[in-house]
């Protein structure tokens, strides 16, 4: 078998160079990460004979002796596609499980949910929250202020961090009042920060906390002139930015918002509202497309319970819950 071993900045760049070099119709045999780097391991269809008894994923070997009645490729195609994942992920989870196992979506097999689990799980990246100084930015009403709310009670509570919080939301009046009220229940220092000025004096004197949480106003991913006013109160000072972003958003809409917010560089992705949709899918793609950490994701509106850190296999289970079952077996299958 020739295995070819691509070497990328992201996995776009990954497939991309897969389809160039390895050809369109390529199997991906595994993916992993070097650092920075994905590393993605391709090969040709006709470099493996077709085998006709195949060993299954679980350690099964089927003998199949008629075909299933419903494509398995298809079905899987569908699911994907109801969750919302792109055309472009899809045909890489495709890819990924031939090259897995070359039988499993011809045959049909109860294990191809848990290996498209298995292969969704390599494909989206996860990072912890790490900066000391962490500002929130994102389109309005996503729920920023919220998640710091939650994010500063875990460091706080559960971590034993010493915790600050500064706002530069002044841009609408009841914006302070929300956050202030929690800072004062949990009794951590707070600030309001009008201008650049504030943001750096407020981060001196915050300089000696573990971490000191910015949250920002939300604005319109279309008001580039307001975001960049936002940008404009970080200059020259090192803050992590995570964007926020609704889990139930649709693609165009995150696209944009990517671009505009792509001003700040953030180093992740917050999934905003978890729980109000069963589609997360086209922002967990083009997440994996841009090849995009995400940090966590919001699981509800209680402050701090509903908080969940960043957990591929969950993101994967979304996608293809586990009751699911995408194969009718044919009649008869035999397990040597
Ligand atoms: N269902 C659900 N609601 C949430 C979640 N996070 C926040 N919310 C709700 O979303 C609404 C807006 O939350 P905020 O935290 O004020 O959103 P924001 O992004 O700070 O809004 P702006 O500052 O106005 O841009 C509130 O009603 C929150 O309770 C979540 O994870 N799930
Ligand atoms: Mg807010």
Not at 95 to 114: C, F, H, I, Y
Not at 256 to 277: I, M
Request: one cysteine or more; proline letters at 5%.
């Amino acid at each position: 078998m020739i295995l070819r071993r691509i070497v990328a900045r992201s996995m776009s760049e990954a497939l991309a160079r897969v389809e160039r070099e390895v050809g369109r119709d390529a199997l991906i045999i595994d993916t992993a990460r070097e650092g920075e780097m994905t590393v993605v391991f391709a090969r040709r269809p006709e470099d493996v004979p077709p085998s006709s008894v195949a060993g299954g994923i679980d350690g099964s070997v089927h003998r199949v002796s008629k075909r299933t009645a419903k494509d398995p490729a298809t079905a899987l195609a569908t699911e994907l596609g109801a969750h919302g994942v792109s055309d472009r992920v899809t045909s890489a989870v495709l890819r990924a499980v031939r090259g897995l196992d070359e039988g499993l979506l011809q045959r049909g097999s109860r294990s191809l949910p848990a290996v498209v689990r298995r292969v969704l799980t390599g494909l989206v990246r996860t990072v912890p929250i790490r900066g000391k100084r962490v500002a929130l930015v994102g389109p309005t009403g996503v729920g920023k202020t919220t998640t710091i709310a939650k994010l500063a009670a875990r460091d706080s509570l559960e971590h034993g961090l010493s915790t600050a919080i500064v706002t530069t939301d002044t841009y609408r009046v009841a914006a302070v009042e929300q956050i202030r009220a929690f800072a004062d229940m949990m009794e951590l220092p707070f600030r309001v920060a009008f201008t650049p000025q504030d943001v750096r004096r407020a981060l001196d004197d915050f300089s000696d906390h573990d971490r000191v949480w910015i949250d920002t106003s939300g604005r319109n991913p279309r008001d580039e002139q307001a975001i960049r006013g936002i940008r404009g109160l970080f200059t020259g000072l090192e803050v992590d930015v995570l964007l926020c972003l609704p889990a139930a958003g649709r693609r165009r809409d995150l696209e944009r918002a990517l671009v505009t917010f792509s001003t700040f560089e953030p180093s992740a992705l917050v999934a905003c509202k978890w729980d109000e949709t069963d589609v997360p899918g086209e922002l967990l793609s083009l997440a994996i497309e841009r090849d995009l950490a995400i940090a966590g994701h919001g699981t509800g509106q209680r402050v701090p319970e509903d908080w969940e850190d960043a957990d591929a296999r969950t993101y994967a289970r979304e996608l293809v819950p586990e009751d699911k079952n995408l194969v009718e077996l044919p009649a008869k299958v035999r397990h040597a």
